[in-house]
């Protein structure tokens, strides 16, 4: 085998671990964390929720600001719990440069670190 038929297989070899082997990259909660949510700020009411069989929920915040934010959330198993203890009304409040989530209404309160399920 010719050397530049080496380094071609090298690099799919190489590209396909990368990638996932989908022409994607590789999803990282680190990353998606650090990136997406840190930098957001949530003061609302869950006015709506959803799941798909994925493991992926939504819940959608009104915030006191007016607008309206959709979160995104890993539903499967140690986060199932969690998932189940939101409803609509409750008041989800995050701060910037954190990925702690309060969850408030009434008596209920709860805080936890915003769930993510690498894929």
Excluded: H
Aim: hydrophobic content about 35%; charged content about 25%; glycine content about 6%.
């Amino acid at each position: 085998m010719g050397v530049n038929k080496v380094i071609v297989i090298t690099l799919i070899i190489f590209f396909s671990l990368l990638t996932n082997g989908c022409g994607r990259r590789v999803f990282s909660c680190q990353k998606w964390l650090k990136d997406d949510i840190e930098p957001k700020t949530i003061n609302g009411v869950v006015i709506w929720k959803s799941e798909n069989k994925d493991c992926l929920g939504a819940i959608v915040v009104q915030q006191f600001n007016e607008s309206v934010d959709t979160l995104k959330f890993c539903t499967c198993l140690q986060y199932r719990k969690t998932w189940d203890s939101i409803s609509e009304g409750d008041t989800v409040i995050k701060k910037k440069n954190t990925i702690q989530l309060e969850i408030t209404n009434g008596e209920k309160r709860m805080s936890f670190d915003y769930p993510c399920c690498d894929q």
